[in-house]
């Protein structure tokens, strides 16, 4: 993307980029008129903590004037609570009620619904999508606060992207709680007990505050709900956290660290320490140290990375990457007034800023809410100082922290109150919750989470489990050597391609039928005949497939032709007796109309086996003393 230049071709108000695309002028009429009368345009790039505190203070501290145009984008229109989203995940407190929309916050500053694409620091300017995401817009400004936070990569380790929940948005959050009803659902009438096992197993890696409340809280939902489970015993619950270290909670005293991990532990949590996860698959979490954990649902709170809008502005504009023991950590050097070195007028704050540590300049401030918000404040005191050049009004940052606390789930934590009094268990929980309480931006919401803690005291927690989305048709996935990618018998609702590695095709015997690579294709028969699996597909090496669904697959062969002419060839060179004299479409659109129940014969045969497992089961019972 290059600078903005008026074409004729561009609609009124617009222009066209250098490369061809229309770029759209900042808003309407009223924003316009708003933005002509300010002398001063402030930009915040991002709607947490850092971000909104920022626009709040300054919005605040402006009062009536209208000389200084304050505006925040962010890509979601609410700001979430982040500490409470272990509590969302396990039913505790209701997903809504831990959100604030942002223009509540900040009614005095302008908010604008967008993603952030680049900033242009040569010309001042912050492009943005808006509108769906189709419309192109560019921002100018005159100050610019970085406020965008980091984002979750699990790049580093394969499988984990397509395979693990993240816990740091509201829709992880109720994305997790979703997701272990669904498999608290499918463990109740499950009866192969390694499945059943796999289902019941709950994996969660880091130490760090996510990982430990959300392990935590999750073990405290699971034990809550087990009772509406007809056919789970809470024993078979099996709750797995791996960190990297041997303590919990680096960045709390020793000593409430070990407390924590044994109050964890006592709840029957198992702790992994010094270990890494190595890669996982739909089947299971992989470890550096060889351990193998079979489990549906992997929770990953490590992999923290560089907002990729911050990474390109360090890389191209001179920028300086803030250091930690001579290692650059992908975040903006600032000092303590927090401008960014290198630039004037430019600010960072929250978990993407680099802040020296106050009386400590060799330590960054630790990536947490209760700095992100003072952060916040001084850079708005600093904003306006440097507007109205009166620099003896301009603070230096000197939060020094109050303390950490961390939620164990079951009335339980542990607190560092000031460095000076430590506390764990019951007197600690009650301290979190009435500080996180009383930190909740509205009373609104103060009231609505207060009653949500107060009925989950004396009534069971909701255990409807809500789709929140259609699968995608299209994903990735990724299976280690040995792994099971399609089991014969099973119904098939998927194909795969494969990416990378190698996959064999053996028969129920364990004959080897064939070995697929890179660019094969496989599971396509059931697809497209509505019949069981025939065979076992098991990965050779490590393997990435792309898999599609079967409506996506359908709709792709219907409408692209030369599609269904490379699955057409395909099943006639594999299965000529399938397609006969009949095109692919007709074959497809006969088996999406059949019914994927047995036939006649085979319900027969089947109700006979139940009848002699069920009399067979009976005379056990009555057999015993
Ligand atoms: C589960 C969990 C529990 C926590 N518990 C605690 C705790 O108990 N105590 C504590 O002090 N801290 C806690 N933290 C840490 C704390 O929440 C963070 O330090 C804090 O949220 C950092 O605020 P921030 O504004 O810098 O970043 P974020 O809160 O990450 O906000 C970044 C914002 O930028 C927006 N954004 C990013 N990229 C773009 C883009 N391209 N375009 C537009 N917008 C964009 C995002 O949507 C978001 O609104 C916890 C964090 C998590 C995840």
Known sequence: ????????????????????????????????????????????????????YTAKYLSEMLGRRTDVHVELMSEENYFVFQPLLPEVAAGGVSPTHVVNPIRDIIPKAQFRWSKVQRVDVANKIVYALQGEGKELVAVPYDHLVFALGKVSDFSSMPGVQQHALAMKDLSDAFKLRNHVYRCLELADIEDEPAEKAALLTFVVAGGGFSGVETVGELSEMLHKVAKHFKNIDPSEFRLVLVHSRDTLLAEMPPKLGLAAKQILQRRGIEMVLNARVRAATPLAVYLNTGTVLPTRTFVCTVGNATNPICKSTLQEDGFVEAKVNGRGVGLFTVDLELQCQGHTNYWAVGDCAGVPMPDKPDELCPATAQFAIRQGKTAAQNILATIDKRPEKRRKFGFKGLGTLASLGNRSAVADMMGMVHLQGFIAWFAWRTIYLSKLP????????????????????????????????????????????????????????IQTGEVEVVDPDGKLLATLQKGEVFGEKALLTDAPRIANVRAKTAVDVLVMTRPGFAALVAQFHPLESFFGDLMQKRYPELLRDQNL?????????????????????????????????????????
């Open 1 to 52: 993307m290059t600078t903005t230049s008026s074409t004729s071709t561009a609609p009124a108000g617009s222009s066209i980029a250098g490369n061809g695309v229309q770029v759209a002028r900042p808003g309407p009429r009223q924003m316009m008129d708003r933005l002509a009368k300010a002398k001063h345009r402030v930009v915040v790039l991002g709607g947490g903590f850092a971000g909104v």
């Open 442 to 497: 509205g009373m609104v919401r103060r009231l609505r989470v207060t009653i949500d803690w107060t009925l989950d005291l004396f009534f069971p927690r909701d255990i409807t489990q809500m789709e929140s989305e259609e699968p995608p048709q299209l994903r990735m996935a990724h299976f280690e050597p040995g792994e099971l990618i399609i089991q014969r018998t099973q119904i098939g609702r998927e194909l795969f391609v």
């Open 585 to 625: 479409r007709d074959v497809m659109a006969a088996a999406a109309t059949a019914a994927t129940a047995p036939t006649p014969a085979a319900m027969a045969a089947a109700a006979a086996v139940m009848v002699e497992a069920v009399a067979a089961e009976a005379a056990v019972a009555v057999a015993a003393p």
